[in-house]
């Protein structure tokens, strides 16, 4: 069973006072999923006795989605697409990516995770600016003198403050001391 799923419910059951629905694995193709709600929904209780099909259906619960609020009625598509990114990257980068690509399809957003995530600082206790310096001070140092190495740090501060402030890359907190840096040009 997937980390990743959604309780699908049926509502013309719902709306007669009965609870009938099933968890159905949010990662699998969106083919895959029709069927499971399309075998749910035939075996309707409310449908049944009333010799009616029941056709309609919403998402009532879901688990392993993060950041996401999904919708009772959000797209299988939209929903498969968030699962597959959700496989390799981080929930927070995930919501931020399909909230700012809203206009695209679902399936666009992919490309833009895989294009602008950057890296992932563990450990760092202090802010975007802390984080984003954390994660250039590797190649400034390579890149600066011997004589200013020991200004290594203040360099990477003052350069990500200035990345920061000019759009070039953003940071997504988690929690727990984790960021995530993206490049905003991607």
């Known amino acids: 069973m997937s980390d990743l799923r959604i309780y699908v419910a049926s509502l013309s059951d719902y709306n007669n006072g009965i609870l009938h629905g099933r968890w159905i694995d949010a990662d699998q193709d969106v083919d895959t999923i029709h069927e499971e709600i399309a075998e749910m929904l035939k075996a309707s209780p409310v449908a049944r006795q009333y010799g009616d099909v029941a056709e309609e259906y919403a998402i009532h619960d879901y688990d392993g989605f993060g950041e996401f609020n999904l919708g009772e009625y959000e797209s299988l598509k939209k929903i498969t697409a968030i699962a597959n990114a959700l496989d390799e990257y981080p929930s927070v ?8 690509n809203s206009h695209l399809e679902p399936e666009e957003v992919l490309p833009k995770i895989q294009e602008g995530f950057i ?21 400034i140092e390579s890149e600066l003198p011997e004589r200013f190495k020991s200004h290594t740090q203040a360099v990477a501060e003052s350069m990500a403050h200035d990345y920061l402030m000019g759009g070039d890359y953003y ?7 984790t960021y995530h840096i993206l490049d905003c040009h991607a």
């Open 93 to 100: 980068v995930v919501a931020h990516y399909f909230t700012e």
């Open 119 to 139: 890296a992932t600082i563990k450990d760092c206790w202090g802010d975007d600016t802390k984080a984003l310096a954390e994660y250039l001070y590797d190649e």
């Open 171 to 177: 940071v997504k907190y988690e929690g727990g001391g």
